[in-house]
């Protein structure tokens, strides 16, 4: 006890602090124990020190605030992305089912880990597939409008009563070249179209009688001739299928048929070769 004696005087010895503003009042004297000034420095650096810990903490949750909000904007946006990708694929799966040709162009969630997701690599694979979703529908619309374009069948379900070709003309018995085929048909059967287009000449010509021919794109022209009454008139749009005339013995005719032409990049070519879809 007598040796904490001189330590307790020590602690208990009078400090004066004096505060001196700078206006005409006198300056201000604080007078406290040693000990009581030494524990408000103590309090005031460990006020300093948890100061710091609460700021340095606000700022790291305010950091970590704005990275959740950014990462999830991203997640949200690679989900509606994958969403999309889902339903073309489904939609491509359910295209690719069909059969045939014509019936293909007529019909036209990330994995669980450990929860660490690389978002940029994700986003490439993403707009990888996109590019490759796009190029399939792409694709598959030029085909479809090539395939509409493509005359497929004959226009009446007629006999073949004459072939393309060179043969002896029935009317002046000589040698020429017949650039379609004639389906011979009772009068008034409807002649249907074997393409989609658009008609461009619909009249009556002294040889061929009445007479539509139907521009197809990629290149395809058809031509119907001898009708008994044309339907579809010029600029028309018409679709595989649709009537556009009656069949007749209008023109240089020696009995009711079809004259059928089918034209290739302003070439005739013969109609038979279309008369049947491949790959069906």
Not at 5 to 15: A, D, H, I, R
Not at 83 to 109: M, P, T, W
Not at 133 to 139: L, P, S
Request: hydrophobic fraction near 40%; proline fraction near 5%.
């Amino acid at each position: 006890m007598h040796r904490l004696q001189p330590w307790l005087k020590k602690l208990l010895v009078p400090v004066t602090i004096m505060l001196i503003p700078h206006t005409r009042t006198g300056p201000l004297n604080l007078k406290m124990p040693l000990a009581a000034l030494g524990m408000l420095v103590v309090f005031a650096g460990v006020g300093g020190v948890y100061t710091v810990s609460l700021t340095y903490h606000a700022v790291d949750y305010f950091v970590m605030k704005r990275k959740y909000h950014a990462m999830t904007g991203q997640l949200q946006s690679v989900q509606g992305t994958i969403d999309s990708l889902k339903q073309a694929e489904a939609e491509f799966r359910r295209i690719l089912s069909h059969g045939s040709r014509k019936q293909v162009l007529d019909a036209v969630v990330p994995d669980k880990n450990d929860g660490s997701i690389d978002i940029n690599e994700l986003k490439k694979q993403i707009d990888a597939s996109m590019k490759s979703v796009a190029g399939i529908r792409q694709y598959l619309v030029q085909q479809r409008d090539v395939y509409r374009a493509t005359p497929l069948g004959m226009p009446v379900a007629g006999r073949f009563s004459s072939g393309f070709g060179m043969r002896v003309h029935p009317t002046y018995g000589s040698q020429r070249f017949h650039s379609g085929v004639d389906l011979s048909i009772p009068r008034g059967t409807p002649v249907h179209a074997t393409a989609d287009g658009i008609v461009s000449v619909s009249s009556f010509g002294a040889g061929n009688g009445n007479v539509v021919v139907i521009e197809h794109g990629h290149g395809f022209s058809t031509v119907y001739a001898h009708n008994d009454r044309n339907l579809a008139r010029v600029g028309q749009t018409v679709k595989r299928g649709e009537r556009i005339a009656l069949a007749g013995a209008t023109g240089t005719a020696t009995g009711v048929h079809v004259h059928y032409e089918v034209w290739r990049q302003g070439r005739p070519v013969n109609p038979v070769d279309f008369s049947r879809e491949s790959g069906a």
